[in-house]
């Protein structure tokens, strides 16, 4: 547990916060026969999280950029399915789509997955690296999914903080992909806030169900994600992490509760951090910039 974690104990209503862990917020849940569909399973919050949701119950579909690397991460969870999901490969995602939809009805479908702060300007089906990965392709894959989702499914979406760091714009619907200049995090808070808004989207068109979607922030955590950080950043890392970051576990803690927690299921459209819900950016709560996101996404996705 980082120092900051010591200092700050405030908890929220539902008795979780900063830093609760995975394993305490799931603690008494049970999820015997549920299925679950994680994203990013082979490391960090992902690999955890299908821990931890497996220990509680729950058949996980463990996807991973490739096969090798979801059956690796699999093995350590007993009867997980490992399916291979390569965000930036239409293709992939169809037939891990196509593959899921054979595991039955799906209760939660968790969008862990993504990459940060490439440091040059790569594109993907000439999309930005980045907003392809973290949203074009978990696009494609809830869509893809919605009608295996259960009547009362839950989507959770890896949103992060990070969303701030979006362009003034927000979302840059004429420029997506940074030809008139691009900033690693710039653009990763585009894609962060993309995914927060593609939460408040879904939400509104689940209206009237007992389904759900939400975004959540994890925090501050030492994990993979962080490998495209400049080197000086990536040095001081063990530093940082013992005063002020969060422990993976930690990490994990508010998509386990969002996706798992009985209280949970009845909060759709909302942005949580620290297990609870919170306020984001002005950008992530503009319903009008996620609907016109949503049409634009679209309009990408028929031209793949």
């Not at 996807?63 to 490969?89: H, N, S």
């Not at 949103?159 to 995090?185: C, M, N, T, V």
Request: charged share 20%; with cysteine; net charge neutral.
């Amino acid at each position: 547990m980082s120092l900051y974690a010591m200092i700050r104990g405030r908890r929220g209503d539902n008795g979780f916060g900063y830093a609760s862990t995975a394993e305490e917020v799931t603690a008494g849940v049970d999820l015997g026969g549920k299925t679950i569909l994680i994203t990013g399973v082979s490391s960090g919050l992902g690999q955890e999280s299908a821990r931890v949701l497996a220990a509680r119950g729950a058949t996980i579909l463990g996807a991973a950029r490739t096969r090798e690397k979801a059956e690796a991460a699999c093995r350590e969870i007993g009867g997980a399915v490992p399916l291979a999901c390569e965000l930036a490969d239409p293709a992939s995602v169809r037939a891990c789509v196509a593959e899921a939809k054979g595991h039955g009805p799906l209760d939660v479908i968790l969008c862990n997955a993504g990459i940060m702060a490439l440091p040059e300007r790569e594109l993907v089906h000439g999309q930005e690296k980045q907003l392809f990965v973290n949203h074009v392709g978990h696009f494609l894959l809830v869509k893809g999914l919605l009608d295996a989702l259960a009547d009362d499914g839950r989507v959770v979406m890896l949103s992060s903080a990070a969303h701030g760091w979006a362009p003034p714009a927000g979302i840059q619907l004429e420029d997506l992909s940074f030809e008139r200049g691009y900033k690693p995090a710039v653009a990763y808070g585009q894609s962060k806030l993309a995914n927060l808004l593609f939460a408040r989207e879904l939400a509104q068109r689940f209206e009237g169900t007992a389904r759900t979607a939400n975004a959540v922030h994890p925090g501050v955590i030492a994990t993979n994600l962080g490998r495209h950080m400049p080197l000086v950043a990536r040095a001081l890392m063990p530093v940082a992490s013992a005063v002020a970051m969060k422990s993976i576990p930690q990490g994990a803690a508010t998509q386990c509760y969002v996706a798992a927690h009985p209280d949970a299921g009845r909060v759709s459209g909302e942005y949580w951090a620290d297990c609870n819900v919170t306020k984001s950016s002005r950008h992530g709560r503009d319903l009008a910039l996620a609907k016109r996101l949503w049409e634009r996404t679209e309009e990408i996705v028929a031209a793949l």
